[in-house]
């Protein structure tokens, strides 16, 4: 779905909707030995990493080609894998010129060598192909654990792109949008949600991908020994308990089958689909605090009936790509700080909801309910 507004259309950016403004959403998939139909397991290794796959697809297809018009093509990027991030870039390096996000236009546009794509994220770039010669566009290899077998381990082709003769009509343009500035946080209500994983979920999930991968899908734990490992903070010190959020360790040291379904947690609570975990003033600004402290996982978080503003991204300023209207945070082993204003009424029976877009993850667990009112 994609929504227009005044302020777009009189803009001339590339509209020739399939021709200069081409939508690309890309999903790795994991077909059966007799490549029929896709292989979806959901077991303790996929429940703690994210479910991937060997095959990468475009617009359902494996490597397309496109011919477009000479000129500046826009691409609609949409990461639509379960739990892959993504880095795209050019494959000949030429800049992707960023002019939207989640939520809408930048004030201007934001010119990049590669773009970090968080599973569930989507950014609007601009390329120009007035040189007439074919490139790729590729996704760069990432660190995420899981995500680091071949064929990502290298540079991927995703699409071709084929400059026909015939000239393009869009523009770049060097002003977009009027953006708001970001509102002062202080005295605003404060929300914190902690992110957490079960440690036997943490733990068995990433050595059973040790054990059927090797030490090469670790990514950025690479070296680490899984059966002894327990995840500290940057003071050395496990994570904060945060008050009522927490840890269960029950199932520690037992020989039981553990049952990892409802393993992924926020604020020590899996998602109960009846009931929400608080209320929310309409039309009041809050700052939400999500924390990854606690587990080395990739946790792309998204809000439902909102477009924020990032405060910090994993203790960061957000790049200023992702300063504009986001309902994507990335939230990676630190804690991210978004303001959220909710402008429309929500009862219990139709509660917005806030989650990790790592697929697995919200569906064993980290997933909330809340009410607007």
Not at 145 to 155: E, R, V, Y
Not at 188 to 215: E, F, I, S, V
Not at 226 to 252: F, L, N
Not at 289 to 315: K, V, Y
Request: aromatic share 6%; proline share 7%.
């Amino acid at each position: 779905m994609l929504l227009e507004d005044e302020a777009s259309g009189k803009l001339r950016l590339p509209m020739q909707w399939g021709e200069d403004d081409v939508p690309l959403i890309f999903q790795d998939k994991q077909l059966n030995k007799a490549g029929s139909r896709i292989d979806y397991q959901l077991d303790i290794m996929r429940a703690a990493v994210g479910w991937f796959g060997d095959l990468m697809l475009t617009n359902g297809v494996a490597y397309p080609q496109h011919a477009v018009p000479r000129g500046w093509l826009r691409l609609r990027l949409l990461n639509g894998c379960n739990a892959r991030s993504l880095h795209i870039a050019a494959s000949d390096r030429r800049p992707l010129y960023v002019v939207g996000s989640d939520g809408g236009l930048l004030a201007e546009p934001i010119s990049v060598e590669s773009l970090p794509l968080l599973p569930g994220e989507r950014f609007e770039v601009l390329v120009d192909t007035s040189d007439g010669k074919p490139f790729d566009i590729v996704t760069l290899p990432v660190t995420q654990m899981g995500m680091t077998l071949a064929p990502f381990d290298q540079p991927l082709p995703l699409v071709q792109i084929l400059p026909l003769r015939v000239m393009a009509s869009g523009t770049l343009p060097d002003k977009l949008v009027d953006l708001p500035p970001v509102p002062s946080a202080e005295g605003l209500q404060n929300r914190w949600l902690q992110l957490m994983m079960d440690p036997q979920l943490d733990q068995q999930g990433m050595q059973a991908l040790k054990d059927r991968y090797g030490d090469k899908a670790m990514g950025n734990m690479q070296g680490h020994d899984m059966k002894g490992h327990d995840m500290k903070d940057e003071h050395g010190s496990m994570a904060m308990d945060h008050g009522s959020m927490p840890m269960d360790h029950s199932q520690h040291g037992k020989t039981a089958a553990y049952d990892f379904h409802n393993g992924n947690k926020i604020n020590g609570q899996a998602f109960n689909m009846t009931k929400p975990m608080f209320d929310v003033p309409l039309g009041k600004l809050e700052k939400w605090t999500i924390s990854g402290e606690g587990d080395a996982m990739l946790h792309p978080f998204h809000i439902h009936g909102t477009q924020f503003r990032i405060l910090s991204e994993n203790g960061k300023p957000p790049a200023p790509h992702r300063a504009g209207w986001k309902d994507m945070v990335s939230v990676d082993g630190w804690r991210s700080e978004v303001l959220v204003r909710f402008n429309y009424v929500a009862n219990a029976d139709n509660a917005y909801m806030a989650h990790c877009h790592l697929l697995e993850h919200e569906d064993t667990g980290m997933m909330l309910g809340f009410t607007v009112s």
